[in-house]
Structures are given as structure tokens and as C-alpha cells.
């Protein structure tokens, strides 16, 4: 499975957008792209995945470039509750085989 | 409730005392995984499991062994642990005929090799 780059940390103001960027570039045809976050010390909670269509739901959307090499998870109105390490991973879809979660993006919504 | 378990949460050991970490999941799901977080590090997966009797090496497996007799339980097993082990482990399972591929995690066990 390709490898993902995210940046380290970022801050995002409460009721506003959350913008958090991803990328893949040696992402290949058959990978789909996976958000999961963590809050705090829990186990990390499946967000939404897509493969080069914008996906939306009740959590976030997802926002894929047509090159497939960049993607962008959007919260788009983050609560305070929305702090978390965002992971992004990429991998075929269903095979169960391994995850690289790497280390994600740590969001901190101020109030 | 659907839901992923682990035991026990939290465990202080000496090094070489051989100990167990026990996850257990009612959702039927042939797929299952444990990974450990340390700081700065992220999350690394240690073995992962696609069905019963079937189990393979994650990126970090070494000190650790694995079984799957039983689809609903997958122990991850310490033989001989040693302080570079102290981490936090966390069980996920997963529905391999689901479509969606969405991992469920248990809420992690907290060891400390001392």
C-alpha cells in the first residue's frame, strides 16, 4: 500500500471549516483513500473512505484531486470535540491486509 | 452492543514473565488486527488475521505471537516481554464482506514492561 504525508499539527477555530490535507502521491489505481481519527488515548474511529469521487457523510466530506495524489478530509463545522489525530491511509479496498495508520495530523479546535 | 474488548486494560509486568492480551469481538468478523502506539511513532501494526488459522506479520512482529482458533478471539501473546514492549495496544476487527472496510477498535490495553 502506498505511503501518506500529513502535516504535524493544525488549529482550526470552533463553527469553522475544518481543512485537513493528505498525500498520496504513488497512490495507485485500485487504493482507496481512509480518514480515521483518535480522540485522546481511545481506539481510532473510522470517518469516511472514498476512491476518486468526493464522498460526503454525516461526519465529513472527502475531497479527492483528479490526479488522485492529494485528498482533503473536511469537518465543516468543527466542535470542540473534533480534537483528534487525523489519519489518512491508503490500501486496496476489503483485502484485510495490512494498515499503515502513520501518525496522522493532530487537530485542535479552539474555541 | 457491538463492540471489541480487550483484557485487561491497564497491566504493570517484569521482564521475561510471559503474559497474554486477550480480544474478543461479537460482530462476526473474519478480520482482526492488534497495533501498538508509542509517542511520535503512531500507530504500527503488529499481526492481523483474515479469517481462522490465518495470520501474518504486520510491520512491527516481532516478540509477539498470535492466534485465531476461534473466529470471535484473537490473543496477542507476549512470550518473553522486555521494556521496549511497554506501549499502548489496541484489538481492531473488521468485516471483510462489508464493502466499506471500516476498522472497529477495542479500547486499548496499557502495558508496562518493567
Known amino acids: 500500500d502506498a505511503k501518506t504525508t500529513q502535516p504535524p499539527s493544525m488549529d482550526c477555530a470552533e463553527g469553522r471549516a475544518a481543512n485537513l490535507p493528505c498525500n498520496h502521491s504513488?497512490?495507485?489505481?485500485?487504493?482507496?483513500v481512509y480518514w480515521y481519527r483518535q480522540i485522546h488515548s481511545q481506539g481510532p474511529q473510522y470517518i469516511i473512505h472514498?476512491?476518486?469521487n468526493n464522498e460526503t457523510n454525516e461526519m465529513a466530506s472527502l475531497i479527492i484531486t483528479e490526479d488522485r495524489k492529494s485528498s482533503t478530509l473536511i469537518l465543516p463545522h468543527a466542535t470542540l470535540r473534533d480534537t483528534a489525530v487525523y489519519y489518512c491511509?491508503?490500501?486496496?479496498?476489503?483485502?484485510?491486509?495490512?494498515?499503515?495508520f502513520g501518525t496522522g495530523t493532530s487537530l485542535t479546535v479552539i474555541p | 452492543e457491538a463492540q471489541v474488548t480487550q483484557n485487561p486494560r491497564y497491566l504493570i509486568t517484569v521482564t521475561g514473565k510471559k503474559l497474554t492480551v486477550t480480544c474478543s469481538q461479537n460482530?462476526?468478523?473474519?478480520?482482526m488486527s492488534w497495533y501498538r502506539q508509542d509517542p511520535g511513532l503512531g500507530l504500527r501494526q503488529i499481526y492481523y488475521?483474515?479469517?481462522?488459522?490465518?495470520?501474518d506479520k504486520g510491520d512491527v512482529p516481532e516478540g509477539y505471537k498470535v492466534s485465531r482458533k476461534e473466529k470471535r478471539n484473537f490473543p496477542l501473546i507476549l512470550e518473553s516481554p522486555s521494556p521496549n514492549q511497554t506501549s499502548l495496544y489496541f484489538c481492531?476487527?473488521?468485516?471483510?464482506?462489508?464493502?466499506?472496510?471500516?476498522?472497529?477498535f477495542g479500547p486499548g490495553t496499557r502495558l508496562t514492561v518493567l
Open positions: 481492531a476487527s473488521s468485516g471483510l464482506n462489508r464493502g466499506i472496510d471500516e476498522q472497529f
Open positions: 504513488t497512490i495507485s489505481g485500485n487504493e482507496y
Open positions: 472514498g476512491l476518486k
Open positions: 491511509i491508503v490500501r486496496v479496498l476489503n483485502t484485510g491486509n495490512q494498515f499503515y
Open positions: 460482530m462476526n468478523h473474519e478480520y
Open positions: 488475521s483474515m479469517n481462522v488459522e490465518v495470520t
